[in-house]
């Protein structure tokens, strides 16, 4: 076990299973204490329900990292997910530079798009300022489309290694040191995972459900972060969270119309084993 304490960003929306409401019990299962900052909370994540509610917690941020500085508070990890604006990424950065242990590992899932779209809310701008926070991380947990829009890549639904290749040559020149791209499929039924660590590029590749549900990308990133802060090799740690969600997604599977998210709670119990071994 260890006593690495994870501060980790992201919205919280109050129903939806993703963001903070995924990270904090997926994380804390995996036996790291967990720290929060919401950026905004949301009465709905924005995928699928209208008329949300967003309270903008933008300016609260400096004021809690600077408590935080004032109490000696510091981080071994931080992980940020989704961000609510520009500013905040900036805020972030702030964060990153002031109340992280000297051996803080950095970890960025750039939650901002799926199926080559923006989620709503965010433009051109938001893509160009997370280009920047990407430099700044030691893990970065993209999926295709968000690498795309990352590099200004096409985004493409077919493909070969040489673009797969071509996409991490260019997340790598943002300055990112380590990678986890996720979604990566070279087969029919088939998907995956590739992980460049330390100029060394692996595949885990595993059954495509063809059915995938939201929020999957939180659950990924959460357990990622989970089995990475307990000493698992990056590898490892994206294997664990690649069959994690898989047991999440089949599930949801067996409830009707659970259309929102996925049922990560009944299977944590698997995680927490993953992780034990
Ligand atoms: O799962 C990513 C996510 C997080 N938070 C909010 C979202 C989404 C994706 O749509 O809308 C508010």
Known sequence: MT????????????????????ALPIISACGIETCVLPSAVLSTHTAGFSGYTFRDLTEDMPNIKDHWKKEGISFD??????????????????????????TCIKIVDPAMADNGNLY????????????????????????????????????????????????????????CKNIILTGVSYATGKTGVVVYENNTYSYYEHVKIADGCHGTGDIYASSFVGALLQGKTA???????ADYVLECIKET?????????????????????????
């Open 3 to 22: 006593d690495k304490k994870i501060l980790t960003i992201q919205d919280i929306s109050c129903v939806g299973q993703c963001s903070l409401t995924v």
């Open 77 to 102: 990890a931080i992980y940020t997910g989704y961000l609510g604006s520009t500013k905040q990424i900036d805020y972030v950065a702030d964060i990153f530079a002031e109340v992280a242990s000297d």
């Open 120 to 175: 709503p809310g965010f433009d051109a701008e938001f893509v160009q300022s997370m280009k920047g926070l990407c430099g700044k991380c030691d893990y970065l947990l993209p999926n295709i489309s968000e690498a795309c829009l990352l590099t200004d890549t096409e985004y493409k639904t077919e493909y070969d290694e040489a673009y797969i290749t071509l996409l991490l040559d260019r997340l790598m020149a943002l300055g």
């Open 235 to 241: 590898y490892d740690a994206a294997k664990i969270a």
């Open 253 to 277: 599977q067996k409830a009707d119309n659970h259309w929102y998210g996925a049922k990560f709670e009944p299977v944590l119990y698997k995680l927490i084993e993953a992780v034990r071994n």
